[in-house]
Each structure stands twice: as C-alpha cells, then as structure tokens.
C-alpha cells in the first residue's frame, strides 16, 4: 500500500511544482503591470507638473527682463528646455504644444500683472 503512494506522489509532485510555479508567475506578472501602470502615471503627472512649472518660470523670468510676446514664449520654452530636459524627452510633446503652454502661462501671468 505505501508503495502505492509513494508511485502516487512520485507522479504528482513534478505537475503540481509546476502548476504552482505557473500560477505564481501569473500572480507576479499581474503585480508587476498594475505596478508599472500606477508608477508611470504617477511619473508621467510629476514631469507634467515641473514642466508646466519651468515653463511658467520662464515666462516670469522673460517679463522681468522686459520680453513680451513672441519673445517671452521662446524664452520660455527656452527656460524650461534647459531646466526640465528629462520631462520633456518622456513626455515627448507634439510639435506646439510647448509654444501653446507657453502662450497659456504667458496670458496667465500677464493677467496676474494687471490685477495686482
């Protein structure tokens, strides 16, 4: 009768090590997407914020120095080029939208002026 099970176990034992070492890869690789999805949006929002910040930076920065309009916007871009070079290579913006968060922060800022 011991023979039995141990022929039993002897049979069992390999599938079952592999049915476990299966399911634990589904489990982690699970783990490991909902991980990287949660952390690159938390990423991808920071590189937002400090380029939406540098950029604001910039435009402050070209109005103390006396620029306005187009000359102000490249400033800008300029500033937050060499501020934020890491935001703006994983965002990898479209072409034009840093002149059109530029411009934006540009009109804010010029309306904080002149409701001062």
Same mark, same amino acid.
């Given at each position: 009768?011991?023979?039995?099970?141990?022929?039993?176990?002897? @049979? &069992?034992?390999?599938?079952?090590?592999?049915?476990?070492?299966?399911? /634990?890869?589904?489990? *982690?690789?699970?783990? !490991? #997407? $909902?991980?990287?999805?949660?952390?690159?949006i938390?990423?991808?929002?920071?590189?937002?914020? @400090? &380029?939406?910040?540098?950029?604001?930076s910039?435009?402050?920065?070209? /109005?103390?120095?006396? *620029?306005?309009?187009? !000359? #102000? $916007?490249?400033a800008?871009?300029?500033?937050?080029?060499?501020?934020?070079?890491?935001?703006?290579?994983?965002?990898?913006?479209?072409?034009?939208?840093?002149?059109?968060i530029?411009?934006?922060? *540009?009109?804010?800022? !010029?309306?904080?002026?002149?409701?001062?």
């Amino acid at each position: 009768m011991n023979s039995f099970w141990s022929e039993i176990s002897v @049979a &069992l034992v390999p599938g079952l090590v592999t049915l476990f070492g299966t399911l /634990l890869t589904i489990i *982690l690789d699970r783990a !490991a #997407a $909902v991980a990287r999805s949660r952390w690159g949006i938390e990423i991808e929002a920071r590189h937002r914020e @400090a &380029l939406h910040s540098a950029i604001m930076s910039g435009v402050r920065s070209a /109005l103390a120095r006396g *620029l306005s309009g187009d !000359a #102000a $916007v490249r400033a800008a871009i300029s500033h937050a080029s060499n501020s934020v070079p890491d935001a703006i290579t994983a965002l990898n913006p479209a072409s034009g939208v840093l002149r059109s968060i530029a411009e934006a922060k *540009l009109r804010e800022a !010029a309306g904080q002026v002149i409701g001062q």
